[in-house]
């Protein structure tokens, strides 16, 4: 099966940055979304930003928009989160996630929960202070 290992997190000040790496490894050909969600104690899990890796669309929550970024680096199959602008409500279990996909729209209802994401990575804290 797909394996997602997350690394990256980390405690961080308001305001500050973090760059959240996810390494994918033991997927068979095709296409699929690519995602980071979090979970904060008290919240449930939520879509943070996905990727469909055809078309390299990208599309992110309310709550990160324009604070941060999901890319792949297709030379090592890692996907990134670039995080900045961090305050406390960003304090949470981040989790990569995959699913294969024919399209973006699949994908973008993906992040809204509409569909469940198939693999999961076991997750990293990140924890912001003020």
């Known amino acids: 099966q797909v394996q997602l290992t997350e690394s990256g997190g980390g405690s961080v000040q308001t305001g500050g940055s973090l760059r959240l790496s996810c390494a994918v490894t033991g997927y068979p050909p095709g296409h699929y979304c690519l995602a980071w969600f979090r979970q904060a104690p008290g919240k449930e899990r939520e879509g943070v930003a996905i990727?469909?890796?055809?078309?390299?669309?990208?599309y992110y929550s309310d709550s990160v928009k324009g604070r941060f970024t999901i890319s792949l680096d297709t030379a090592d199959n890692s996907l990134y989160l670039q995080m900045n602008s961090l305050n406390a409500e960003d304090t949470a279990m981040y989790y990569c996630a995959a699913n294969r996909a024919n399209n973006g729209d699949y994908c973008q209802a993906s992040l809204l929960g509409k569909y469940r994401m198939n693999y999961w990575g076991k997750g990293t804290l990140v924890a912001i202070s003020s």
């Open positions: 990727l469909f890796t055809s078309t390299e669309s990208t």
